[in-house]
C-alpha cells in the first residue's frame, strides 16, 4: 500500500517557526529512483510548488521562500522536511507532500496539513 502521511502542520503567529514531516511507505518508493517535494495551496489560489529535493539531493525552491524554507530528506526512513522559518501570514496553506518517480512520470500525494500563521 502506497502512503503518504505528513504531519507538523498547526497555528503560529508571524516571524515563528514550522517544521513539516513526510513519511512515505510502500515498496514501489525507492530513495534513489524518486524526487520530493513540498506544494501548497492556498484559499481560492491553484496549488503551487514550495520545495523539492531530487534524489541525488539537489534543493529548489520558489522565490517566495528561498532563504526562509529549508528542504531536506531522510533517504533510510524515506522521509521529506520542510523547515519553515520567518513564518509569514501569505505562507498559510495546506501543505502537500509529494513523490514524482518512474517513467512516466506518476505522481503522489499526501493528504495535506494545515499551516496557519496569524499577524
Known amino acids: 500500500q502506497v502512503q503518504l502521511v505528513e504531519s507538523g502542520g498547526g497555528l503560529v503567529q508571524a516571524g515563528g517557526s514550522l517544521r513539516l514531516s513526510c513519511a512515505t511507505s510502500?515498496?514501489?518508493?525507492?530513495?534513489?529512483?524518486?524526487?520530493m517535494g513540498w506544494y501548497r495551496q492556498a484559499p481560492g489560489k491553484q496549488r503551487e510548488l514550495v520545495a523539492v529535493i531530487t534524489s541525488s539531493g539537489r534543493a529548489n525552491y520558489a522565490d517566495s521562500v528561498k532563504g526562509r524554507f529549508f528542504i531536506s530528506r531522510d533517504n533510510a526512513k524515506n522521509t521529506v522536511y520542510l523547515q519553515m522559518n520567518s513564518l509569514k501570514p501569505e505562507d498559510t496553506a495546506v501543505y502537500y507532500c509529494n513523490v514524482d518517480r518512474g517513467a512516466p512520470l506518476i505522481r503522489y500525494w499526501g493528504q495535506g496539513t494545515q499551516v496557519t500563521v496569524s499577524s
Open positions: 510502500g515498496s514501489i518508493f525507492r530513495p534513489n529512483d524518486m524526487d
